[in-house]
């Protein structure tokens, strides 16, 4: 199964708002589930266990539940409210800043969250980022990560055996090949 982390989140009813990301648990070396951003809950993650989904394609992810089930699910993050921070006064007479809501991840322990803007990079450096995740469809292990090489031009997406992961960690994955053979790998479709 092909987890896109570039995908709308299709519901039941309509649009569920967009995939995030995925849930990988270190030790059984699975996904979990799916990290979407659903509308209905602004900055708010929510966790999306994959028996939910029924269809993941390159453009959306599809689940039987509703798009009020969605927004009810396990939150991926806290929000804390900075306090307000009086600026410098640089000329501007009265500049402040308001309050400000940050969201502050929470994962299960023993997970990691793979995003989109996660690097790949090889034994000699940044390759990339990380585009989707290819799982078995019945272990939920991964086999393939694809990795979106390139810049704004000139990108390609490059699926990675996941033999030639040597490590997963939070915002990067790190691969036992060269960029010369990352360049050497096969395409797909982008």
């Known amino acids: ?70 927004a009810t699910l396990p939150a991926v993050d806290d929000i804390e409210i900075l306090p307000t921070i009086e600026l410098v006064d640089v000329g501007m007479v009265g500049t402040t800043m308001a309050d400000m809501p940050v969201a502050i991840p929470k994962l299960p322990p023993g997970s990691i969250a793979l995003e989109r803007v996660d690097d790949v990079n090889a034994s000699d450096g940044r390759v990339g980022s990380l585009d989707a995740v290819l799982i078995d469809p019945i272990s939920a292990a991964i086999t393939h990560i694809v990795l979106r090489e390139g810049h704004l031009w000139a990108k390609r997406d490059v699926t990675v055996p996941i033999a030639n992961v040597t490590k997963i960690e939070e915002d990067a994955v790190t691969l036992d090949l060269t960029k010369d053979d990352v360049g050497k790998l096969p395409s797909v479709k982008a």
């Open 1 to 70: 199964m092909d987890l896109p982390l570039r995908a709308t989140l299709v519901c039941a009813d309509g649009d569920g708002g967009d995939v995030a990301g995925v849930l990988f648990e270190e030790a059984a070396r699975k996904v979990t589930h799916i990290i979407v951003r659903p509308k209905e809950t602004g900055m708010v993650r929510r966790l999306l266990p994959l028996d939910a989904v029924t269809e993941a394609a390159p453009a959306a992810v599809r689940t039987r539940l509703t798009v009020q089930e969605v």
